[in-house]
């Protein structure tokens, strides 16, 4: 099977389960990022000993489930006590004796934690507030949390979809060539167009009686950051020597390189809500 049939087929298994457990959200949307955090943090962690950095994977996944866990039990001000302690713990294990560069190893072990499992941890909390936030709404507008999600899902994966086959039709300028070779301004500037006019048509629909400025900020923040995400994960692994951070995914690399733009718009998204939840109070 050539690699465009296989990534075809893990969409439509993949694409289905993710939206059906991001809109019932609660304890399966959870699940969802407790699975994607624990997985891609492995990848980020193994990639890098490509370059003899050899994190301390084990307490690092550790403490990442842990920040997701407390995260969807206690909220943000556990949360914050248990980054605290996760760092401090890292910090202690610096002055073990390890294989390679030890400070290295140490500052992978916390990048990986607070890019991967602190960003998805605001995306969980993010889901999980929605309704409660935008309850005035929310009462009118059935499943309001959940279909905004599955509008941030349908918005990242289009953007992406314009930018790579926008970049391969019409891409002539590149965009970060010692980042990502293949990138190009034509290609992102449509996957950026793409991103804000999927939530430009589909957010009135979706969430009638929301305010224009709120699906025009989620469109940017999507188009804007969700590729500059991407572009960040490319640092990461151009750094390491790899290619993708894995290929558990047939055509699609690992699961660092299906959820990067996700991970990355997570915090802009939780701004974003937290500022409209004062808004339209």
């Not at 993010?126 to 349908?154: C, E, P």
């Not at 930018?163 to 293949?182: D, E, M, Q, V, W």
């Not at 699906?215 to 020597?241: C, N």
Request: proline content about 4%.
């Amino acid at each position: 099977m050539s690699a465009l049939g296989k990534r075809i087929l893990v969409a439509l298994f993949g694409i289905p389960a993710i939206l059906v457990l991001t809109y019932l959200g609660g304890i399966y949307f959870f699940l969802f990022i407790i699975v994607v955090q624990g997985l891609a943090l492995w990848e980020f962690y193994d990639m890098f000993e490509n370059k003899e950095i050899y994190a301390n994977r084990w307490l690092g996944l550790f403490l990442g489930s842990v920040l997701v866990i407390l995260n969807f039990q206690q909220g943000w001000p556990i949360t914050l006590f248990v980054l605290a302690i996760a760092i401090t713990s890292i910090l202690f294990m610096n002055i073990s004796p390890q294989r390679g560069i030890t400070s290295l190893n140490s500052a992978i072990t916390l990048i990986g934690i607070l890019y991967i499992s602190f960003l998805l941890s605001m995306a969980l909390q993010a889901r999980l507030v929605f309704d409660h936030w935008f309850s005035g709404y929310a009462a009118t507008i059935a499943d309001a949390g959940g279909k905004y999600f599955v509008l941030l899902w349908a918005s990242i994966w289009i953007c992406d979809t314009a930018a790579y086959f926008g970049g391969t039709a019409f891409g002539k300028h590149k965009l970060a060539p010692r980042i990502s070779p293949n990138k190009t301004w034509e290609g992102a500037s449509l996957g950026f167009l793409a991103g804000l006019v999927t939530f430009l048509l589909l957010g009135p629909i979706f969430l009638p009686g929301f305010p224009a400025g709120f699906f025009w900020m989620s469109g940017l923040i999507v188009g804007l950051m969700g590729q500059i995400g991407d572009l960040v994960e490319s640092r990461f692994k151009r750094d390491a020597g790899v290619k993708d951070t894995s290929t558990i995914l047939p055509g699609h690399g690992g699961f660092l390189d299906r959820f990067d733009s996700f991970i990355f718009v997570s915090p802009f998204i939780f701004a974003l809500l937290y500022y409209y939840r004062h808004v339209l109070s």
